[in-house]
C-alpha cells in the first residue's frame, strides 16, 4: 500500500507542477498584449498633428519620435533634449530684432488660427520652428503674432489678426492668417515677439519675398524674409526664428 500511496503522490505533485508551469506561462502570455498596448497610445498620442500642408519631411518625424520618447529629458532641459533639425548647419545666426511698432497688444487670446470671420485677406499659412543658435529646436517657446488685414488696416480695440501661441515637442509653430497688405509708409509685414522659456523676449517682423518696398524699409533685414511656397491648399510661408540662449 505505500509504494502505491507514494506513487499517487508523485502523481499528484507533477500535476501540482504542470498546472503552476500553465498558470506561469498563461500569466507571461497576457503580459505580451498588455505591453503592446502600452506602445501603441504612445505613438498615437504623440500625433504630429498639424494639416497636411505642414506635415514635415519624414527625416522630421523620425527625429520627433525620437523627441517624445524622453518627455522628461524635454520638460527639464528643452534646448539640450532635441538634436538639430535636418538641414540646419552647426551655427546659425540669431534672427534679428527689429522694432515692435506702435500696434501691439498684450494679453492676445492663444490660438492658431487668426483666420474669423470678418478678417479680409489672401489665406497665408505659416509654419516653421523655434531653434536656438545651434540649431537645436526650442519647445514650449511662445510666440505672439500681430499683423494688419489684407487692405492693411490694424484692429487697434480688439484682438483681431492678433494671437499668441507655444511650440509643440519638436520645437514648431503653426498659423493660419492672411498676407497682410500695405499700409502707408511700409511693406506687408507681421509683428511677432518670441520667447523661448525663461529667456529675454525677441520682437522682429516677417516680410515677404518680391516686395520692391521691401528694400527702402527701414526695419528691414534680409534675414526677415520668409520662404513662400503656392500649394494646392493655399499660399504657405515658412521661416525658423532663431534665438540666442543665454
Ligand atoms: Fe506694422
Redesign the pocket.
Known amino acids: 500500500m505505500q509504494p502505491r500511496s507514494s506513487s499517487n503522490q508523485r502523481a499528484f505533485l507533477q500535476l501540482c507542477l504542470l498546472s503552476l508551469a500553465t498558470m506561469v506561462f498563461a500569466a507571461c502570455g497576457s503580459a505580451t498584449p498588455a505591453a503592446t498596448a502600452v506602445v501603441q497610445p504612445t505613438t498615437e498620442a504623440a500625433p504630429l498633428g498639424q494639416p497636411s500642408m505642414t506635415s514635415p519631411p519624414p527625416a522630421q518625424i523620425a527625429a520627433t519620435a525620437g523627441f517624445q520618447a524622453r518627455p522628461e529629458a524635454t520638460e527639464t532641459a528643452p534646448t539640450q533634449a532635441l538634436p538639430p533639425i535636418p538641414g540646419c548647419s552647426a551655427e546659425v545666426n540669431p534672427t534679428p530684432s527689429t522694432t515692435e511698432?506702435p500696434?501691439y497688444t498684450a494679453d492676445t487670446p492663444e490660438r492658431t488660427s487668426l483666420i474669423e470671420p470678418g478678417v479680409t485677406g489672401t489665406k497665408l499659412v505659416l509654419t516653421g520652428y523655434v531653434l536656438s543658435t545651434d540649431c537645436t529646436p526650442i519647445p514650449g517657446a511662445w510666440l505672439d503674432f500681430w499683423q494688419?488685414d489684407g487692405n492693411g488696416q490694424y484692429d487697434n480695440t480688439g484682438y483681431r489678426l492678433r494671437g499668441h501661441q507655444f511650440t509643440d515637442e519638436a520645437g514648431r509653430y503653426y498659423l493660419e492668417t492672411v498676407v497682410p497688405g500695405l499700409y502707408p509708409g511700409?511693406p506687408p509685414?507681421i509683428?511677432v515677439k518670441i520667447q523661448a522659456p525663461n529667456q529675454p523676449v525677441l520682437t522682429t517682423q516677417l516680410y515677404f519675398p518680391g516686395e520692391v518696398s521691401n528694400q527702402g524699409d527701414s526695419f528691414f533685414f534680409p534675414q526677415l524674409l520668409v520662404t513662400m511656397q503656392d500649394t494646392e491648399q493655399g499660399v504657405m510661408a515658412t521661416f525658423n526664428f532663431v534665438l540666442e540662449i543665454q
Open positions: 511698432g500696434y494688419a511700409r509685414h509683428h
